[in-house]
Nanobody
Framework: QVQLVESGGGLVQAGGSLRLSCAAS????????MAWYRQAPGKQRELVADITNGAGTSYADSVKGRFTISRDNAKNTPYLQMNSLKPEDTAVYYC?????????WGQGTQVTVSS
């Protein structure tokens, strides 16, 4: 059974940085897309960034130029480098891995940015 566990969240001051990781246990094959989502209190979950099997990336407008998604194919691990953090980036961040036969989510990691 595949499980995803995020790490790297925490409390940071505005302007600071955090790096999120997503460790995958179990066998994952035929990955199509790795992605990071976030959900702030009272808001819908939104896509932050994704990276395809071909390493193409896309970002939400609100994080372009500040966040960078990357992946370690050997470890099936996506990363999210978050720089110049703002209070509005405060949310629970989730990783997602989509394969040709499955769709997996982590439990989330809290990111809190203080002003």
């Amino acid at each position: 059974q595949v499980q995803l566990v995020e790490s790297g969240g925490g409390l940071v001051q505005a302007g600071g940085s955090l790096r999120l990781s997503c460790a995958a246990s179990g066998s994952i094959r035929n990955i199509r897309v790795m992605a990071w989502y976030r959900q702030a209190p009272g808001k819908q979950r939104e896509l932050v960034a994704d990276i395809t099997n071909g390493a193409g990336t896309s970002y939400a407008d609100s994080v372009k130029g500040r966040f960078t998604i990357s992946r370690d194919n050997a470890k099936n691990t996506p990363y999210l480098q978050m720089n110049s953090l703002k209070p509005e980036d405060t949310a629970v961040y989730y990783c997602r891995i989509r394969t040709w036969y499955g769709d997996y989510w982590g439990q989330g990691t809290q990111v809190t940015v203080s002003s």
